[in-house]
């Protein structure tokens, strides 16, 4: 499960760019990166606000790191500390931590502000505290008791230090718990084949109920408000997915997003409507986000595991090269949420779907003579088999029309754009692209051939005035056509001040910059 990448240490990168122009489909940006000598295992990382927590071995044994973002600094919590700290979670001036320096792995915690720390379980030597999450003021964590030696679920409120709770002491092993606010959540083996479901207790109404419980091994869950995601391994095709359920609507979990054949998707983390988890579709672990309420899934990087995420911030452990030998180190970086839409058709809809026009920040249609027709799209039954760009299974498919001697396909975006990518095929065929801006007028067209049967070509659109509104596709062969990976900025393609708002960003935009600019300046 590791992969390469040249990166050493924990890096701040700033993703898919936020100033100016913004180039959709870029690669990462460096923004900081901590140096050491290239032989620190990073990993386990936690986002909370402004801080990042962390482990790592750069003293020998783990000790628990944070970087805060405003000050760009970074300090060891447990410096000097014996023996090994690790897996810690953070929330606002509190982080928490497993902590082995007495040989039984107990949990503690450092008030960031004050520098106290103080030790937090109350297990017996020999019997360990694992795991452990913390939101405000409430710590949870899972814990070997004395009686029957089985994996519990402990509460403690740190605000009074009053005595522990037991939130579960079920038969068989219930571990890796997760608290925000009011739940609770862990995955739980109490079942007679010890496969694990996931369950949730309520700490207001003193409540445990079940979220899941279902075939296979349901693990790993994380929560945010009422929105509770896992690792399942009960998915159509057996390779592990993310699924998640709604508290408020415990009708059963449902897979977020459509079956990876012959992949997984593990380690999900979500902050509100932000999913991110590790996913390995492209052979090795890669980091992928979603945005629930669009929904719009992305690559974020292409090396990493392990990911936690919270607002615009996400953090990853992911694999570094070194001389020596191979090294674990951690990312950071800064998400373009709704800025950027990867529209990959498989997520969204199921086979044999008939869309009628609707993509939030999209409309597709059937341009011209083609209106009084059905629209006409459907979706394939597998994958290419002869590779060229084809990503998926399934792609948004426009068929021959022989009444009018051709096909086209539309697209009218909400907001203006400079960038349009995506996948087009399916060869060989010639495909004319008409560009339209937002009062109609025809500014470009753009011919591309794709040259073998059954492959796929990547087809960037690019506008430098972020003026384009609509394109149309065309081809006159009888072959149908198809499209895929569409990738478009549903809050427009230009974040530079549209000063004679007239919706496109150009020279005569910064022209009236210039001249306000330099009215400022002291005479």
Request: proline share 6%; net charge negative.
């Amino acid at each position: 499960m590791k992969v390469s990448n040249l990166y050493v240490s924990v890096v701040l990168v700033l993703i898919f760019g936020t100033i100016g122009l913004a180039s959709i489909p870029t690669p990462t940006e460096v923004l900081h990166e901590i140096e050491d000598d290239g032989l620190v295992d990073a990993e386990s990382p936690a986002v909370d606000g402004h801080r990042v927590v962390w482990a790592d071995d750069r003293y020998g044994d783990f000790d628990i790191f944070m970087y805060d973002l405003e000050t760009c600094t970074t300090t060891c919590l447990t410096y000097q500390a014996p023996g090994t700290q690790h897996h810690p979670d953070i929330s606002g001036d509190m982080v928490v931590w497993e902590d082995y320096r007495t040989g039984t792995w107990y949990i503690r915690g450092k008030h960031i502000t004050m520098g106290q720390e103080f030790v937090i379980s109350t297990n017996s030597p020999g019997y360990n505290a694992r795991h452990p999450a913390i939101d405000g003021h409430n710590v949870v964590w899972s814990e070997h008791r004395a009686a029957g030696n089985n994996l519990d679920i402990m509460l403690r409120d740190i605000s009074t230090m009053n005595p522990v709770q037991v939130i579960c002491g079920a038969i068989n092993n219930q571990d890796f718990p997760r608290i925000d606010g009011r739940y609770v959540v862990w995955h739980d083996g109490r079942t007679p084949a010890n496969e694990r479901d996931i369950y949730c207790y309520d700490l207001c109404l003193q409540f445990e109920s079940p979220v899941y419980q279902g075939p296979g091994v349901q693990a790993y869950p994380e929560i945010s408000g009422n929105m509770v995601v896992w690792v399942d391994s009960n998915t159509p095709s057996g390779t592990l997915g993310v699924y998640g359920a709604d508290l408020n609507n415990l009708i059963g979990g449902r897979l977020l997003f459509a079956d990876e054949p012959d992949s997984d998707q593990t380690h999900p983390a979500i902050c509100a409507d932000k999913l991110v988890w590790a996913d390995n579709r492209d052979g090795p672990w890669e980091i992928y986000g979603a945005d629930l309420d669009v929904p719009a899934i992305f690559e974020i990087y292409m090396s990493g595991e392990n990911p936690a995420v919270c607002e615009n911030f996400v953090a990853w452990d992911y694999l570094t090269v070194h001389s020596i030998s191979d090294i674990d180190g951690m990312a950071l970086g800064e998400l373009p949420w709704k800025r950027s839409t990867l529209l990959d058709f498989e997520y969204y809809y199921p086979k044999d779907t008939e869309i009628t026009n609707q993509y939030p920040g999209v409309t597709f249609y059937t341009p011209g003579p083609w209106n009084d027709k059905p629209f006409l799209i459907d979706f394939f039954d597998s994958p290419s088999t002869k590779g060229g760009f084809a990503s998926g299974w399934k792609a948004l498919r426009c068929f021959y029309d022989p009444d009018h001697g051709g096909k086209k396909l539309g697209m009218e975006f909400s907001e203006l754009q400079s960038e349009i990518s995506f996948a087009l095929g399916n060869g060989p065929d010639t495909y004319t692209i008409f560009v339209f801006d937002s009062m109609g007028v025809q500014v470009f067209t753009q011919i591309e051939e794709v040259h073998g049967d059954d492959v796929y070509k990547e087809v960037a659109v690019q506008s430098t005035s972020a003026n384009i509104k609509r394109i149309e596709i065309y081809s006159d062969t009888e072959l149908f056509f198809a499209i895929d990976d569409l990738r478009f900025d549903p809050s427009g393609g230009c974040n530079c001040m549209d000063f004679n708002q007239d919706r496109i960003v150009n020279l005569i935009d910064f022209a009236r910059f210039a001249n306000c600019w330099l009215k400022t300046i002291p005479k």
